[in-house]
């Protein structure tokens, strides 16, 4: 866990990783980058929101607290917001979503910052980042003792799907929701950087020598490799490189793709927690039951697979007219899952499950899944993980086999960051693809905002370096 040293008072300027799974905000002092505390003494602050619905001003109410209860169910967030609705953040939106299911419950809102879709929904993903932003800005603001509003913003190399028709379409889609959200929030300066480029930059200051290093950063929602010529100047040169202005010419490549921890969670919501609903059984015909509302309701962070998996509630039911009592009874929870709106919960549990297998040898874990039925559970074996990694194991090879191919070199070091690089059977792979290149394991958690804040000093901060260019 990455812990923050606290005091920053004086300091004018931060990195911010707003990641898919955990936010950071580092400022980079004289003794280097120092994250501040999100929560209680946490450097990281899970990407959830959470918003609790507001009772109705009297005046607006016709006679009974029915009309209250029902005005309620129909706010949307603006309407709560404006009746004071107070958002909360991380942990604590966390417990606030267990303690007050009827309230508004956000996860991961990068995940849809690529999204192509309407007007109405792209305005209240702009609002929910935004409320996100800000909070991360007041955080700044408290441990510095003075506004910030100017930052380096970390992002990945593609938002959206690195092999896709247009991957800029998408990435421009996804910056200016960013840009716009950020401003809102009151950030007015504002910088984007490669997020494995900021990683390169933290892992540099503990290199002696230069080097070519392949730096590979796995998260919750994208992988991104970025090869960079790295090290401290070569003698006689003018300036350290470790404190260069403009690093284009030292970034020999880099690539991403929008695959991460999140696909793995999905893919063994899918395969590993399914089946205790229904998923996998047959209808008396001998036909299996159909498995699309399943990977529907896995797809958390698609809206139309979600708004498809509402609307499913009539196939459900025919499914069930055509299977056995004993059948049709699991098909039911599936029904549950739906009418009940935890599709987010049962991933979240898939991921409670990836950790505890991936950070033991144990070879399987019991999930509960007290929320579809009470006392039920379903066991999940280390084998079941190892399938859903799978595609992200693939990915992160081909986006290796790329960024090498790009860059035209072989790596003498290769630095691995992000949550999603504890899996041992990932590090393996990277392992397989390069022999005996040696291998850095850096902090999964700070190494990607320690880089955004030199980045955000270097290009604000007094002296000749300021004002560089934005990367995007
Ligand atoms: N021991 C572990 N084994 C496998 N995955 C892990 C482990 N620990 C954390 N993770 C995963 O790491 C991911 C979060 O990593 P990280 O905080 O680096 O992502 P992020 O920076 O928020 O996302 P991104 O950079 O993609 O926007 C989650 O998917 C989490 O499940
Ligand atoms: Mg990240």
């Known amino acids: 866990m990455t812990r923050a040293r606290q005091s920053s008072e004086g300091a004018h300027r931060v990195g911010v990783d707003f990641g898919t799974s955990n936010c950071l905000v580092a400022f980079a002092g004289p003794q280097g980058p120092r994250p501040i505390a999100l929560e209680g003494d946490d450097a990281t602050l ?91 800005r007041e955080c700044a603001s408290e441990a510095a003792g003075r506004p910030i509003t100017q930052a380096c913003f970390g992002r990945p190399v593609n938002f959206g799907n690195g092999t896709g028709r247009d991957p800029q379409l998408a990435n421009s889609r996804a910056l200016s929701l960013l840009e716009a959200a950020a401003r809102d929030a009151g950030w007015q300066e504002i910088l984007f950087e490669f997020e494995p480029v900021a990683a390169a930059l933290d892992f540099e200051r503990s290199l002696q020598r230069r080097q070519v290093a392949l730096i590979v950063d796995i998260g919750g929602g994208t992988t991104d490799c970025t090869v960079a010529l790295l ?119 898939a991921e409670a499950a990836k950790l505890a297998l991936s950070e033991s040898a144990a070879t399987q874990t019991v999930v509960a899944l007290e929320r579809i039925e009470a006392g039920l559970s379903t066991r999940v074996g280390a084998e079941r993980l190892g399938r859903a990694l799978e595609p992200l194991r693939l990915a992160l090879e081909r986006l290796i086999t790329e960024v090498l191919a790009q860059a035209g070199a072989r790596p003498e070091v290769v630095y691995l960051t992000g949550g999603s690089a504890r899996a041992t059977v990932l590090q393996d792979a990277v392992r397989r693809l390069l022999p005996g290149v040696p291998m850095v394991m850096g902090d999964a958690y700070g190494s990607v905002v320690a880089g955004l804040a030199m980045r955000a000093e270097r290009a604000f901060g007094p002296g000749p370096a300021a004002r560089i260019r934005p990367a995007r």
Request: with cysteine.
């Open 46 to 136: 899970p990407s959830v929101v959470q918003v609790p619905r507001m009772p109705p001003p009297a005046a607006s109410l016709v006679d009974t607290p029915l009309d209250a209860y029902e005005a309620m169910q129909r706010q949307s967030l603006a309407d709560a917001l404006a009746l004071g609705a107070r958002a909360r953040f991380g942990r604590a939106a966390l417990a606030a979503a267990q303690d007050d299911p009827d309230g508004f419950f956000f996860r991961s809102p990068k995940s849809f910052l690529a999204a192509d879709i309407d007007p109405v929904h792209r305005a209240r993903f702009q609002r929910i980042v935004s409320l996100m932003l800000a909070h991360l």
């Open 231 to 349: 090290g401290p100047a070569a003698a006689g040169e003018a300036s350290a490189r470790s404190q260069p202005v403009d690093r284009a010419d030292d970034i020999l490549a880099s690539v991403g793709d929008r695959v991460g921890g999140n696909d793995a969670d999905t893919a063994l919501a899918f395969a590993g927690l399914m089946p205790a609903l229904g998923l996998g059984l047959h209808e008396r015909s001998g036909l299996p039951v159909p498995p699309q509302p399943y990977s529907e309701a896995v797809d958390v962070f698609s809206v139309p697979a979600q708004t498809a998996f509402q609307r499913a509630g009539a196939a459900i039911a025919a499914t069930c007219r055509r299977c056995d009592e004993t059948v049709a009874r699991q098909v039911r929870r599936l029904e549950t899952l739906r009418e009940t709106g935890q599709t987010l919960w049962l991933v979240t549990r």
